[in-house]
């Protein structure tokens, strides 16, 4: 089993380390989401400023796979978040204080590649901790990687070059993990994303308790959310045009805000097939910054993936995502000095209802409405 993975690993040391990533993210259960089916929530913040969107069709003994690409990965090696045809889907955010090693920094940043390879051979939750157990020694990832399967089983999986330790969903409260860029299982106090965590928390409160948690409580509200936790209030509700962007869930470097939301749990003795899969999962994609982002839902298919999000354009990028990146221009107008550390939020809010959290939410609303219909008349 390991020999099958040695040539994979290696060669992805010969490529460069990114710079620092941050992310929130939270798995959902079952049980917490009205429509009785399990998410993976991520709101992605990377270096790789431009994103996109492909289909990954199964070569023998593998499985197809939709995932969340950076736009110049032309040979679609890195997936940052997917579903495969088998019902099982991933994610992560980075890690910051759960490394134990002196593994050069040239060997790490390896996670994307990792997550490909579980979304061409993982169909459960179990089948990811068997892979982690399987591969090579130092496996050049520091991260919490979250999964869930078509049983309705989920985990974060915390996890280091050689070890990890798993945090089930059928043990979280509520039914609900959050995870940022620290390990809960980590150092003490290391790490980044405190108060992003927080503020997820704060916003999930009311919903979890309900159990009424749904993919655009997710992308409409958690990743347009300017509420600061230090502060503790909205500061997209103030009186200031000018907001320094620190410690919100969106921030500058966010280039997508994807749910990936899956099927009513299986009986453990039931295969899901890739037709089924098709039709019942879903990965409502919002590509770019997130405030600007339009959502879009993408299935598991050939022809499941939006040609607006697909790499179509020069250099990889997508239609969407060069759209939002235009927005966001607008958002963050300074380009002199630390600019990019100041948002204008009239641009995203203001008393004319022109701000483009105000026009472009009333209309993903509409797409979760749209397709959700659309859904559940298959079943």
């Not at 079952?30 to 009785?36: C, E, I, M, Q």
């Not at 959050?178 to 997820?200: K, L, Q």
């Not at 009986?267 to 994609?285: F, L, N």
């Amino acid at each position: 089993m390991k020999k099958r993975y040695t040539l994979l690993i290696p060669s992805i040391f010969l490529f460069g380390i990114s710079n620092l990533l941050a992310c929130t993210s939270a798995i959902i259960g079952a049980g917490a989401n009205p429509s009785g089916r399990p998410m993976l929530w991520k709101n992605r913040d990377t270096s790789h400023a431009d994103n996109k969107v492909e289909y990954v069709a199964g070569k023998p003994g593998e499985f197809g796979y939709v995932a969340l690409f950076n736009a110049e990965d032309a040979s679609l090696e890195e997936a940052w978040m997917g579903m495969n045809e088998a019902g099982f889907a991933v994610m992560n955010t980075a890690s910051y204080n759960i490394k134990d090693d002196d593994v050069a920094p040239e060997l790490m940043d390896k996670e994307g590649y990792l997550m490909t390879v579980a979304l061409k051979k993982c169909r459960t939750v179990d089948d990811f901790a068997n892979l982690l157990d399987s591969l090579p020694r130092p496996m050049g990832v520091e991260a919490n990687f979250g999964v869930i399967d078509a049983y309705g089983n989920g985990a974060y999986f915390e996890t280091n070059n050689h070890s990890f330790n798993r945090i089930n969903l059928c043990d979280a409260e509520d039914g609900v993990i959050v995870r940022t860029n620290y390990s809960h299982t980590g150092r003490p106090d290391e790490g980044f994303g405190f108060n992003r965590e927080a503020v997820a928390c704060r916003l999930l409160d009311p919903y979890r308790k309900k159990k009424e948690i749904t993919p655009e409580l997710l992308t409409e509200t958690l990743s347009r959310s300017f509420w600061h936790d230090l502060i503790q209030r909205d500061l997209s509700e103030g009186p200031d045009r000018w907001v320094i962007d620190q410690d919100f869930i969106p921030r500058y470097t966010t280039t997508a805000t994807v749910v990936i939301e899956g099927c009513i749990p299986l009986p453990a003795d039931k295969y899901i097939s890739p037709q089924d899969v098709a039709r019942q999962y879903i990965m409502w994609t919002g590509i770019g910054y997130a405030p600007c982002s339009e959502i879009v839902a993408v299935r598991c298919s050939p022809e499941g993936v939006d040609s607006r999000l697909r790499g179509l354009l020069p250099d990889g990028h997508c239609e969407l995502g060069d759209i939002a990146q235009k927005r966001k221009s607008e958002v963050f107008p300074i380009k002199k000095g630390n600019g990019e550390k100041y948002i204008d939020m009239s641009k995203l809010f203001n008393k004319e209802g022109t701000g483009y959290v105000q026009q472009l939410v009333p209309g993903n609303l509409e797409t979760y409405r749209r397709e959700k219909a659309r859904r559940d008349s298959s079943e």
